[in-house]
């Protein structure tokens, strides 16, 4: 009896952590696969697409927590300094975060960025990346590098908020080389 007893209450155990373990597998996208779509609002209330940058060069995506924490300051200031190395190779930038289009704006204003911040604030587009964080309505800090015909050639899930923008200039260059 005691057996049954403690095989159920791992059965129970498992069986609650089932959901969270199916939802990161079934969200885990790879290098090679076409990049989920979307259409999203930036810092000035403008709908960005995805599809808008089909054919028209590579698109950076970095997904973060929060705006205006330290660690979302400082990678935003980073691919701030680093913008036009990155534009340099025909590349845009777009920060993806949960929060709202004022909160994005204030923070877009405070530190002078020169790339776009969209807003999701529902987190459909962070949850539809892999990224979202479970329970919170925030997104893990991730970075995906996609080519012009829109499918993901890098994904990076350790990011250091510091070095991102640096990795991600590196990283183009060795994408398009290799193209």
Partial sequence: MRKIASLLKRL???LSWLPFITSAQADALTVGQPAPQFQLKA???NEISLTSRQGKGWTVLYFY???GTP???TQACA???AIQAIRSQNAEVYGISTDEVQDLLNFHQKHKLSFTLLSDPDASVTEAYGVKMPVLKMAKRWTFIIDPALMIRQIDDDVDP???AQRVAETLNQLQAAH
Avoid: E, I, N
């Fill in 43 to 45: 810092q000035d209330g």
């Fill in 65 to 67: 927590p929060k705006a």
């Fill in 162 to 164: 510091a070095l991102d």
């Fill in 79 to 81: 691919f701030r300094d």
């Fill in 12 to 14: 129970a155990l498992f």
């Fill in 71 to 73: 660690g979302c300051t």
